[in-house]
């Protein structure tokens, strides 16, 4: 058997997450050292340091340190109190602003080590929490925030909080570490993980057949709703979605989620607790980039996963229902409710919550939520819907936007609207590019060239990350830049809103100043010869004479010159 990685003996060894992170917190220091590092992730928490203060300090000085934190809110629901308490903490300890996540959860960025434990407090005294929003469990869990009542929609949110609920640590470390818990230690701690938790991440999220805006196929595992007519009769089970990889590895996958088969609703949350069963017992423990779920699959075949699912389930697995193509719902704007009440979708390009030059969204927010304390949820599109308002509260929203430089929806260049970041630089530490810091500039470029090309609300999502991992989920997007190193990403095209294909490497290693001419000639072939309501990416996928859905794409990836010429058209 191969040796187990790194973060396995950290794991083994932490004593149920404890490590000595207890001890570090109060030792005075500015950041933490050896394996308290990961144990970190676990409990919420990423140590990070300023990279922009990296190049500034002298060799002898220490780096710039500061502490991500994640809340995680399974289908990004919370109250108006809570969202207060939340801007409070960011004022408070943090860089004072919010930043919705594409998986639904708000990260708090730049907080100090002698501010963490008060910062992890606040919001479990809110009935929030950070722990499992990192680390090797299941993360923060995926559904449709839309705040409609029927039963499709609460079955929906009955299976997020199910899954949450049933795979979260049991571990008391985080209760001993920031609450002052009472101590025990026991091995009983965690009748799921046991001692060494998951081999990686897990990620799972729930969709209606009628509204992907979880992007379902990019899961670890992903459960569909199937209604007849208003009534739920089960889900659709999807397994070993993941967008990871690694630039020029032909081994690392972006990979999208496959059907594995069709459960009742009672039986829905204990398959998610099956699936991630096989792979905290078979996933790769000692290589991490390959610790993923979906490579397991890869390992074995659909039908050697299946056959496993069946050993441990104690009911039946049927074939998955047939589904036409998911539709997806970004749900900005004005939305009536089917209680007659309204809710309302607001814009944050890249998920940021802030006041910059003339847009003061966070003042905005805070004056509505103040006002009219609206209930408030989270999108996986980085966005914020404000929900259960009357007819006045919903013109109040808009006017408070308006008074305070915010562009409604509706106004937004499609290009905009569907954008979405990852923040990269300063504060990520596997960044090789800016991403958070640069899109704004792009997208106006961008938006430029489509209004010239009479193409400004034609549907197209534009993603960007300053790394292969993939937390914008870019390989599923229309168009997608991919950072390879300062100034300089990678061109990929071909994915789509729905999220049921990935993309192709379109150009490699373009610089920033040049992407915009690096699909021009793409956009400027759509203008002219698309059909009808064919967006970009179908449009694309015909011109290269593509009929099956793309599932995966390597790292090893060259763009195919071939490809390439036929969309361009020389
Ligand atoms: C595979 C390796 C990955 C690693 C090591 C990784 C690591 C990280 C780190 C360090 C951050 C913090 C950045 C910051 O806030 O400064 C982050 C943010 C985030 N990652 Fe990942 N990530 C990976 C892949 C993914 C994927 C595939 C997704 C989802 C499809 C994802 C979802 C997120 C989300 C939601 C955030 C919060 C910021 C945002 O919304 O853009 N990550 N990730
Ligand atoms: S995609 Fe890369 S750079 Fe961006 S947040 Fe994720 S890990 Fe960091």
């Known amino acids: 058997m191969s040796k187990e990685s790194k973060v396995e003996s950290a794991k083994r060894q932490g004593r149920h997450l404890r490590g000595t992170i207890a001890e570090q917190l109060h030792d005075g220091g500015s950041h933490f050292e050896g394996d308290d590092v990961t144990l970190l992730k676990f409990h919420g928490t990423y140590q990070q340091d300023d990279r922009d203060a990296r190049k500034r300090r002298d060799e002898s000085a220490e780096k710039a340190f500061a502490f991500m934190v994640r809340v995680a809110l399974p289908a990004g629901a919370l109250d108006a109190d809570q969202y207060l308490a939340l801007e409070e903490v960011a004022d408070r300890w943090a860089n004072g602003t919010l ?336 991403s958070e810091r640069v899109i704004p500039e792009l997208l106006d470029r961008f938006e430029a060239e489509l209004s010239a090309l009479g193409l400004r609300d034609e549907p197209l999502t534009i993603r960007m990350t300053g790394c292969p991992n993939g937390c914008a989920r870019p390989y599923t997007a229309d168009i997608a830049f991919v950072g390879r190193s300062l100034g300089l990403y990678n061109v990929y095209v071909g994915g789509g809103l729905g999220g049921d294909r990935v993309v192709d490497l379109f150009r490699a290693d373009v610089r920033f100043d040049e992407l915009l001419d690096a699909v021009r000639p793409l956009l400027v072939r759509w203008a002219t010869e698309r059909a009808p309501g064919e967006g970009l990416s179908d449009f694309y996928q015909r011109l290269v004479g593509r009929t099956e859905r793309r599932t995966s794409i390597s790292g090893r990836e060259e763009p195919s010159a071939e490809l390439v010429a036929l969309a361009v058209g020389s």
């Open 99 to 434: 930043r919705v996540t594409t998986r639904q959860g708000f990260q708090f960025h730049g907080v100090l080590k002698r501010d963490l434990k008060a910062t992890i407090a606040e919001v479990n005294h809110r009935l929030m929490t950070t722990l499992a929003a990192c680390g090797d469990v299941s993360r923060n869990v995926m559904g449709c925030p839309a705040p409609v009542d029927d039963e499709v929609h609460q079955a929906v949110r009955a299976a997020a909080s199910g899954i949450a609920q049933r795979l979260r640590p049991a571990s008391k470390a985080y209760h001993e570490i920031w609450l002052d818990g009472e101590k025990q230690v026991s091995t009983e701690e965690e009748p799921f993980y046991g001692d060494v938790y998951l081999p990686r991440k897990f990620k799972t999220g729930v969709a209606l057949a009628t509204d992907n805006c979880v992007d379902i196929w990019s899961q670890d595992v992903g459960l569909v709703a199937i209604a007849d007519g208003r009534t739920i009769t089960g889900f659709n089970v999807l397994v070993g979605g993941g967008l990871g990889m690694t630039h020029h590895k032909a081994d690392t996958t972006a990979r999208l989620a496959q059907p594995l088969g069709f459960v009742t609703t009672e039986h829905a949350v204990e398959a998610v607790r099956i699936v991630a069963s096989i792979f905290r017992d078979h996933g790769n423990r000692a290589d991490r980039r390959h610790a993923r779920l979906k490579y397991l699959l890869a390992e074995w075949g659909m039908e050697r996963f299946r056959a496993e699912f069946a050993r441990r389930a104690e009911f039946p697995l049927a074939p998955p229902v047939e589904l036409p193509p998911l539709p997806y719902h970004d749900h900005l704007g004005r939305h009536r409710q089917p209680d007659g009440r309204w809710f309302y979708g607001v814009f944050v390009q890249s998920g940021r919550i802030t006041d910059t030059g003339g847009q003061r969204l966070k003042t905005a927010l805070h004056e509505i939520v103040v006002r009219l304390r609206p209930g408030v949820r989270l999108t996986g599109q980085q966005n914020v819907l404000l929900t259960d308002l009357d007819d006045a509260g919903v013109k109040a929203v808009e006017a408070a936007l308006r008074a305070h430089g915010v562009t409604p929806a509706q106004e937004l260049s499609a290009a905009r609207r569907f954008s979405m970041a990852c923040p990269a630089l300063p504060t990520c530490g596997l960044a090789v590019a800016d």
